[in-house]
């Protein structure tokens, strides 16, 4: 299973696009600003991680995918109101209009004429089989987004004799331009063909519900790349100016690492809106940086803060923006289509706990320490409801396809009597509960919620809860992923706007390798799970063929299943939180990403 990046994407096929609470001022040309455009066209932000990568084959978080949407397109791309529109191909297909067959295998997508890479070369269907099979061979974060296309599995098989985990870098890319270079079919999908230069076929045996989305999703695998310029330096192509050719609208110009890079205007762009900035220049800071980021900001030496993937921002400096009659009208507070959740575990008996299996006791025993933490006081203590809402609807965010509504999920409610009820019947001595520590990894939030948790089943239920927090991100994220703790901080950024992409990745025998609580997982992948659950993989398998209206039932059926069995504390949706200036007009952000810099315009002021 592939590591999560995005933040998440589209309200797509008739559901109500998510409400974008931008303030007056925020980035609409608001407040006393005139609509004559400034003589400067320069966008100025920092952004507070370096890139790993910026090649689309490989990447896989929010810093690279933020900033490279504007220089990558799709065939296929979300407008901001997460809508599903054309990009580099001509129409979304669609059953009706011939683009999907009748049983939803086989997609026809026509391709613009038009369409030029940034150093002058003509997109053609080779390009879109050359940049698929390319990030199936990688074997990226992402390369499971094409895993539905007939000869996926053939294809990511044959690459694993050069681009497994621990090889070369150098080893992986630089064969993988080969095989694709010498048209090598043991390299290509078989179910991915151009019959003619404007024209690609794509096949999915069974039908996939979710494909359309998944491919849409920006910055990865699903982005055209040049292969004329890829093939010279495979590794770094995508850090030189010149060789960072995609068909957006801005080209990368400088790159300094660890401290600035510049991205320009394509001249005479193919696409529409024509972009109005001319340049883009952001600095590249060190997160202990954001207060003094924010200060700058204040003095208008930055015209926005939050884009490029850092939309958390320090809560003093919010609190005192919110405050301020300069500065209120300037702050967009914008959810995300992120949430946060303890994971008890469920299914992995080596590493135990009172909370493990499916009987009535450890069921009994995860509802009682879900009852007791108030979520409500936790999204008013820890976030001063600013940077987050109590998780009420279940675990996909509120305004994305398969949320159950505000209020809806058992498991936030706050019932301390219940809750001690149900400990003193399974637990009446308290040895099954004593000495459980609750594991999650330092920084941010997450260091207030777990002082906030630890004292509400103390005060609630009587139970003494240990901390034990991990400094190094990474390694918390991989023992997690293991299955290693009894209850653990989790969490999930949405990737697009498809509940598959949430109930594929996190649970379920599908997931084995990135179920961290390890539920309805019967361990046939050898990850030590033993929670079988024939039902939840069942359900799945159906609803991932089905197009969304047909297969919605099933996946709420999928989050009972979660509910019932008590698989989760829900704890808090994200809002991001954005200062932009009242000059910069057309800036802004939804559920999932930062609309694209070919929007935005700088007002005189």
């Not at 040309?29 to 507070?48: E, I, K, M, R």
């Not at 098989?157 to 095989?179: D, G, I, L, M, P």
């Not at 991932?544 to 099933?554: E, K, R």
């Not at 989760?568 to 949706?573: E, G, K, V």
Request: negative net charge; contains cysteine.
């Amino acid at each position: 299973m592939r590591a999560n990046k995005f933040r998440a994407a589209a309200t797509l096929l008739g559901v109500t696009p998510l409400l974008v609470l931008a303030a007056c001022g925020g980035g609409s040309g608001g407040g006393n600003q005139s609509n004559t455009l400034a003589s400067s066209q320069v966008l100025h932000f920092p952004v507070l991680q370096d890139p790993s990568t910026w090649d689309p084959g490989v990447s896989q978080l929010e810093v690279e995918s933020e900033i490279i949407q504007n220089v990558f397109d799709n065939l296929w791309r979300f407008d901001d109101k997460l809508n599903l529109v054309p990009d580099i191909a001509a129409g979304v297909p669609t059953i009706a209009n011939g683009g999907i067959s009748a049983d939803g295998q086989t997609y026809t997508v026509h391709l613009k004429h038009n369409v030029k890479f940034s150093n002058g070369d003509a997109l053609t269907s080779k390009d879109v089989l050359y940049s698929w099979n390319r990030g199936v061979i990688l074997r990226g974060a992402y390369a499971s987004n094409m895993s539905a296309i007939a000869g996926y599995s053939d294809v990511r098989k044959a690459a694993a004799a050069f681009c497994s985990k621990n090889a070369s870098v150098a080893t992986c890319r630089s064969s993988a331009e080969q095989h694709l270079a010498a048209l090598d079919p043991a390299f290509m999908m078989k179910g991915l063909t151009a019959p003619d230069p404007y024209t690609v076929v794509i096949n999915t045996p069974g039908g996939c519900g979710w494909c359309l989305t998944a491919w849409s999703l920006q910055s990865t695998t699903g982005a055209i790349l040049d292969e004329n310029v890829i093939k010279n330096d495979p590794v770094n192509w995508w850090s030189k100016p010149g060789e960072q050719v995609g068909t957006g609208a801005y080209m990368l110009t400088s790159y300094t690492p660890k401290q600035s890079t510049v991205f320009k205007q394509v001249p005479n762009w193919w696409g529409t809106p024509r972009p109005t900035l001319t340049e883009i220049d952001i600095d590249i800071k060190d997160p202990s940086t954001q207060t003094t980021n924010d200060a700058a900001w204040e003095q208008g030496s930055y015209d926005l803060i939050g884009y490029g993937g850092d939309s958390q921002q320090p809560q003093a400096d919010i609190l005192r923006y919110e405050q301020s009659g300069q500065f209120k009208s300037q702050v967009s507070l914008i959810p995300k289509g992120r949430t946060t959740w303890l994971s008890f575990n469920v299914g992995y008996p080596s590493t135990g706990g009172p909370f493990v299996g499916e009987s009535a006791a450890a069921k009994g025993l995860r509802m009682a320490f879900a009852l007791a933490v108030d979520k409500n006081a936790l999204a008013a203590t820890v976030c001063h409801n600013l940077s987050c809402t109590a998780a009420t609807g279940g675990l996909i965010t509120t305004g994305l396809i398969g949320h159950l509504g505000a209020g809806s999920d058992p498991l936030a409610k706050f019932d301390p009597t219940q809750a001690k009820s149900l400990l003193h019947q399974y637990d009446p001595d308290g040895t099954k509960t004593a000495n459980l520590k609750y594991s999650y990894n330092a920084g941010g939030l997450n260091d207030p919620v777990a002082t906030f948790l630890q004292g509400q089943w103390q005060t609630n239920l009587g139970v003494n809860v240990a901390l034990d927090p991990h400094p190094d991100a990474s390694a918390f994220l991989q023992d997690r992923l293991a299955g290693k703790f009894v209850m653990a901080r989790d969490g999930w950024q949405f990737d697009y706007n498809h509940p598959q992409d949430w109930f594929d990745n996190l649970w379920g025998t599908s997931a084995c390798g990135a179920n961290t609580s390890g539920f309805a997982d019967n361990g046939s992948c050898g990850d030590g799970a033993t929670d079988s659950n024939p039902t939840y993989d069942n359900t799945l398998a159906k609803a991932d063929t089905l197009p969304i209206d047909q297969a919605l039932p099933l996946y709420n059926q999928l989050s009972q299943l979660l509910i019932s069995d008590v698989a989760y504390i829900p704890l808090y949706y994200s809002v991001g939180e954005f200062m932009i200036h009242s000059w910069v007009k057309g800036a802004g952000s939804n559920a999932q990403a930062d609309f694209y810099w070919n929007e935005i315009s700088i007002l005189q002021h």
